[in-house]
């Protein structure tokens, strides 16, 4: 057996005890036999520093850096004087701003595209959704009645434009938000102005010896966060789908047993859809087709991943191989022909794991090069030019294949493409498309609320399983799931975005589930599109009867297996917004604290909504309810909602019935 390559002293793995998806453990084992080392590996020899995970270092000037401790957090300060609140909330306050200026650094690029694409600079990408355009602009006080398409997208650029270089007055989506929600931010002044504007100043204020109150820090963050989830995400979100269409539900195929052994399987990783929209051109040109028999393919396989493929499998129907924990593991099967990436989420050990199995690793943004990958810059002015290379590198790769191949035969089933614009439609049916039925469904007591299970998969945890066991508990007790990112693959490899799922379903959610033929878990895109999830919530305020701002309605977030400071940044626009938030894994914060109480409590007395946290997805789903429950309460609608228990034998009897199914 040749020598591990990678790091020494290792903690040996077992693949059933790190993950739930079973195509990820087998290929764990098989990476275990090729000498193959991951991040599940890694994660296990490399034991997480816990003075950082408290939060409880500063290294933001040459004075320190201070540890302070964790067990007497008041019992020390740094050199300079700053406080366990002043260290805690600075740090915070970075991964905040890192994570909004991912999203928004996306936004942006993607009104880049846009406006070079109306300008007549960039022939290959279209306006594809019209009605999406005059909607958006309309939304935002732009004129579209008996313009042409071309005006309203120039003016709805150069407004958009704003949301990240205005240094004075609101955002233009500040617009969609409900008034009441508006009026607190307002108060607080917590309105973002421009996201670049933002930003900058929060990297300003956690400067050494700038802003040392722990409440004024947590302001910035509030406002550099909205500048992600109603500007610079928003924007991704809007912009993708005015230039390639608005999701509608599809039925799509996630696992690994999607790659196939006797194409060119080609993965594309990372988050911007414009990249795997042209390698869907060139993957599909006649001439490469024929280039791929001649080498002796069946054809050309396109496969999606991560975020990157949470956008094209909405949109498109394309296959999903898996989520972030999956990343290194797809290319243990051998039969990756070429692997190509853009921007986040992308860990540079795929380097390395590629090189051991001749899979070329392709970097193709300019933000984004890898130590050991190839770069080919993606030039949207000229984007086949790129994606066609990728796909003759891939060709060539297939052709010399070496590697033992073993795809896992896995394939799962889901409906996902759940955009707001089709729940309205939806729910509402053609001629009566709005959230009415929603709002019914919710106050008659069917529906106990909604919740939005997001986020990232994470070596610290059991890959998919807290994702998995926080849905289940939840749709059992009636409250209906919005999912984007690698959240909602994992449930799609669960199996519970099909409609057949509803019966897993309390008798409530199952019975509307059952009208309506939609899954209890609906897939709605990639982490940008979690700016959805605030329309939606937008749209069930103005609707009526839930109360008159976000923070009334009985909805919760959780991220239960978060890693990146964009989960960070998330997680603050949905408290900033007024959403109860329940992260997993860990929380950079020592409890007791008052940054902690500030977070974990005091927003809401602001009229915001708070951080929760616990590792465990049955206390997460029982905190999510028991808020849920409260807002019903305040709303007056608790009453409705008795009709709908059920006993654990009933529960154990609808189990049975779906194993069976
Ligand atoms: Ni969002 Fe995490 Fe990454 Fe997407 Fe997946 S890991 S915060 S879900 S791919 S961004
Ligand atoms: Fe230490 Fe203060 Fe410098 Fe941070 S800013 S490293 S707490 S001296």
Redesign the pocket.
Known sequence: MEEKKGISKKKEITPKDVTICDATAQMLEKAKRDGVETAFDRAASMKACPIGADSACCKHCGMGPCRLNSRDPYGKVGVCGATIDTIMSRNFARMVAAGGAAHTDHGMSMLDLFREVVNGNITDYKIKDTQKLEEVAASIGIEVEGRETNDIAMDLYKELERTYTQVEGEIPFAKRVPEKTLETWRKLGIVPRGAMREIMELMHRSHMGVDQHYENITKQCSRTALADGWGGSMVATEISDILFGTPSPVSIEVNMGVLKEDEVNIIVHG?EPNLFESMLVSSKEPSLVEAAQKAGAKGINLVGM??SGAEMLVRHGIPHAG??MSTETILVTGAVDAMTVDV??IKQGLAKVAECYSTPLITTNPRCHIEGAQHIEFNEHNPTSCTDEIVIKAISRFKNRTSEIEIPRIKNIGVHGFSHEYINYMLGGTFRGSYTPLNDNIINGRIRGVAGVV???NPRVKQDWVHVELVKELIKNDVLVLQ????QIALAKAGLTTPEAAILAGPGLHEVCETVGMPPVLGIG??VDNSRILIAASAMVKEGGLGHSIADLPVAGAAPE???E??IC?GQYFVASGVFTVFGVTFPIIEETKFHKLLFEGLEKQGLGKWGFTADPYEMARMMIAHIDKKRKELGIDKARERVLMDMADRREMEAKYQQA
Do not use: D, E, L, R
């Open positions: 988050h991560c975020c989520n972030f986040q989420c986020g990232c998969t984007t990112g690698c959240s990639s982490c978060w890693m990146s964009k989960a998330i």
